[in-house]
C-alpha cells in the first residue's frame, strides 16, 4: 500500500441550507500524524470535521463547496460515491454508539460484511482480534465475544467503535470529541490508543479539551467565529507546542490562555 | 419530593408547619376521576366477557343436548367461521404488511421532506375512510378489476392449493375479500411502523453510513433492526382490525362454510364478524345464543393474538 497522501482542503465553504457555517478553510493535513481541531463551541470544528467524510450532507439541506482532496482525488467531485469515501475516511462520534441489537464480535464486523462482502470464519476471527487488539479492548472482551456490545463500560464501548472503524481498513479516522462522554481513566485509554494508532492512520480529531489536544496531537488548528449568525473560520494551524506556547495570531493566543470571550 | 439533599434544621427553620390539613381538593379530584378512568376499561372489558358468556350459555347447553345429532353441533357451527375468519386476515397482512413496510421506509428514510409530509397525510386519510365505504368500492370497483388476475393465478398457478378450485364470476371470494382487508389494514400498520423508523437513533444511522454503509444497508443494519418490536406490534393492530372487520367482508364475500383452502373459489368462507352482521337481525333463541357464542370465539381469538403480540414486542425489545 502507498503512504498515505495529505489531506488537501482548498477554499472550502460549508453550509446548512443558505447559512454559511464555515467559511474558506484551506489547510494541509499530514499523513500519518494526529491533528487536532480546537475552538470554542459552535465554530464549526465539528461541521469541517464531518466535510471530510462527507458525513455533514446526511443532515437535509447541508452542503459544501470547495475542494478536499484525499490521496489527491477530490472527494466531492460529481463522480465520487460518498459510501466509498467513507470506506477510507472513517468516523468515531462524540458518543459510543456500537449498533445494539449485535454482538461485539458483529459489531466488529458490521462495515467489513457491507456490501455483500463474503468473510471467511477463520479469516473474520482473525480480523476481529486483529481489529479488537489495535484499539486495546481485546484482553477485556476476548471471553466474551458474542456477548452484545452495549453491555461494555461507556469507554469500553468507544474502543469497540474504535476497532469497527479500523477493521474496515481506513487511511483516515476522524474522531469527533470521542473523549467527551467519558471519565478521566477511559480518556486515558483512547488517548493512548491514538499515540498507537498514528503508527499506520492519519487522524483528525476534534477536541474541547485543550489539555488533550497537546497532550495527543502533533499538529492544532485553532478554529474560531466572530459571533453568532457568523460563520467559523479556521484561524491558524501549526506544531501543536508552536500553537500552544507561541500562537502566531492573537485570538489563538487568548483562546488557549483562557483569555477568550 | 426528594428531601436528601436538605439539611434537617432548613426544614425545621420556616415557622409555620409543612403539614397539609388533608389533601388538596384539586388532587383528590384529579386522582378519583383518573383511577376512576382506569377502571372503567376493566369493568366494560368485563361487562362485555360476562355478556358474551352468559348469553351464548344457552347454545352451549343446546350443544350438549343435541350431541351426536348432525342437526346441530356447536363446535361444526364456528370452526368454518373461525377458519374464514383467520385465513382471509391471514392473507390480507400477508399483502399489506410488505405494502406498509415498504411506504413506511419510503416516508421515513427515502422521500425528500414535503413528499413525505403529504404521503403520511393521505396514510392517515386512508385510515379514516369507513369501511362501509370500503366494502362499496371492494364489491362494486375492485372485485371485477381483480377477475383477470385470479384467472390468471388460476390457470398457470393452479397447482398451489390457494389457486386452486374453480373460480367463476362475480369474485365475491376470499381473495377479494382479503384484498380490501388489506387495504384497510394497511393505514395503520404503515403509520406505526413509519413512527418507529422515525425513532431510530440518529447516532446509531450515522454509524452504519460512516462505516461506508449504503441507505439500504443503512436501513438492514440499523432502522429494521430497531423498529422490529414496533413493526410486530402495528401488524398486530392491523391483524387484529382485519379480525374484527365486519362490512366489508358482508359486503364482498358471497358466505360459504367450508374449510376449503380455494381463496379463489366463491361461496367457501364466510368471518364470525360478517356472518354475526348478516343473520342477527332475524335470530332469536338459540339462533341467537349461538351467533353470541361465535362473538365470544372472536372475542378470545383477538385477545390470545394481543396477548401474543405484546409477548413478542417484550422479547424483542432492545436488549440492554
Not at chain 1, 103 to 126: F, H, P, T
Request: net charge neutral; proline share 6%; hydrophobic share 45%.
Amino acid at each position: 500500500m502507498a503512504a498515505p497522501q495529505p489531506i488537501n482542503v482548498e477554499d472550502l465553504n460549508i453550509y446548512y441550507g443558505d447559512f454559511l457555517a464555515v467559511e474558506g478553510v484551506d489547510v494541509q493535513i499530514r499523513p500519518r500524524s494526529v491533528t487536532a481541531l480546537i475552538g470554542p463551541s459552535g465554530c464549526g470544528k465539528s461541521t469541517f470535521l464531518r466535510t471530510l467524510n462527507r458525513m455533514h450532507e446526511v443532515i437535509p439541506g447541508a452542503y459544501a463547496k470547495g475542494k478536499v482532496e484525499i490521496n489527491g482525488e477530490d472527494i466531492y467531485d460529481a463522480k465520487v460515491d460518498p459510501v466509498n469515501v467513507r470506506r477510507r475516511v472513517g468516523m468515531v462520534f462524540q458518543k459510543a454508539n456500537p449498533f445494539p441489537t449485535m454482538s461485539i464480535r458483529d459489531n466488529v464486523l458490521a462495515g467489513v460484511k457491507l456490501n455483500n462482502r463474503r468473510i471467511s470464519k477463520s479469516a473474520a476471527d482473525e480480523l476481529v482480534e486483529r481489529a479488537l487488539k489495535g484499539a486495546n479492548l481485546w484482553n477485556e472482551v476476548k471471553d466474551r465475544l458474542d456477548k452484545p456490545g452495549m453491555g461494555l463500560s461507556g469507554g469500553q464501548q468507544q474502543r469497540l467503535c474504535i476497532a469497527r472503524t479500523i477493521a474496515v481498513k481506513p487511511e483516515v479516522v476522524l474522531m469527533d470529541e470521542p473523549c467527551s462522554a467519558l471519565d478521566p481513566i477511559s480518556t486515558l485509554a483512547i488517548e493512548d490508543l491514538i499515540h498507537e494508532l498514528k503508527e499506520e492512520y492519519t487522524i483528525v480529531i476534534v477536541t474541547h479539551n485543550m489539555q488533550q489536544a497537546s497532550r495527543v496531537s502533533d499538529r492544532t488548528g485553532f478554529f474560531n467565529i466572530a459571533g453568532t449568525g457568523k460563520p467559523g473560520h479556521l484561524i491558524e494551524i501549526d506544531d501543536t507546542d508552536t500553537i500552544f506556547t507561541n500562537p502566531s495570531n492573537k485570538q489563538t493566543e487568548d483562546y488557549i490562555s483562557g483569555r477568550f470571550g | 419530593m426528594s428531601t436528601a439533599d436538605i439539611e434537617p434544621d432548613a426544614a425545621s427553620a420556616p415557622p409555620a408547619s409543612m403539614k397539609s390539613g388533608g389533601r388538596r381538593f384539586g388532587d383528590a379530584l384529579f386522582n378519583a376521576l383518573s383511577v376512576g378512568s382506569g377502571l372503567l376499561i376493566f369493568v366494560t372489558l368485563a361487562a362485555v366477557a360476562i355478556f358474551l358468556t352468559l348469553e351464548s350459555l344457552p347454545a352451549i347447553i343446546a350443544s350438549r343436548e343435541f350431541s351426536g345429532s348432525a342437526d346441530f353441533s356447536l363446535i361444526e357451527y364456528s370452526l368454518p367461521l373461525v377458519f374464514g375468519t383467520v385465513l382471509a386476515s391471514a392473507i390480507a397482512l400477508v399483502i399489506a404488511i410488505p405494502i406498509s413496510l415498504g411506504i413506511a421506509l419510503f416516508i421515513s428514510h427515502f422521500a425528500p421532506r414535503r413528499l413525505a409530509s403529504a404521503l403520511g397525510y393521505m396514510i392517515d386519510l386512508l385510515a379514516a375512510v369507513p369501511s362501509v365505504v370500503y366494502g362499496l368500492w371492494g364489491g362494486v370497483w375492485l372485485v371485477p378489476k381483480l377477475e383477470p388476475l385470479y384467472v390468471f393465478l388460476n390457470t398457470y398457478f393452479g397447482w398451489i392449493p390457494l389457486f386452486a378450485g374453480e373460480p367463476t364470476a362475480p369474485m365475491r371470494n376470499l381473495a377479494s375479500a382479503s384484498v380490501v382487508l388489506a387495504v384497510m389494514v394497511l393505514p395503520i400498520i404503515t403509520a406505526v411502523s413509519r413512527e418507529v423508523f422515525l425513532q431510530t437513533p440518529r447516532l446509531q444511522e450515522e454509524a452504519a453510513l460512516a462505516l461506508g454503509a449504503t441507505r439500504w444497508e443503512t436501513i438492514r443494519t440499523v432502522v429494521l433492526p430497531f423498529g422490529r418490536g414496533g413493526v410486530v406490534a402495528a401488524s398486530m393492530l392491523g391483524l387484529g382490525r382485519a379480525l374484527g372487520e365486519t362490512m366489508a367482508v358482508l359486503m364482498i364475500l358471497a358466505p360459504g362454510a367450508t374449510f376449503s383452502l380455494h381463496i379463489l373459489e366463491v361461496g367457501r368462507h364466510n368471518s364470525i364478524a360478517a356472518n354475526i352482521a348478516s343473520k342477527q337481525a332475524e335470530a332469536s333463541g338459540v339462533d341467537m345464543s349461538l351467533l353470541i357464542f361465535t362473538g365470544l370465539v372472536l372475542f378470545v381469538l383477538t385477545f390470545v393474538i394481543n396477548a401474543i403480540a405484546r409477548w413478542i414486542v417484550a422479547r424483542s425489545g432492545p436488549k440492554s
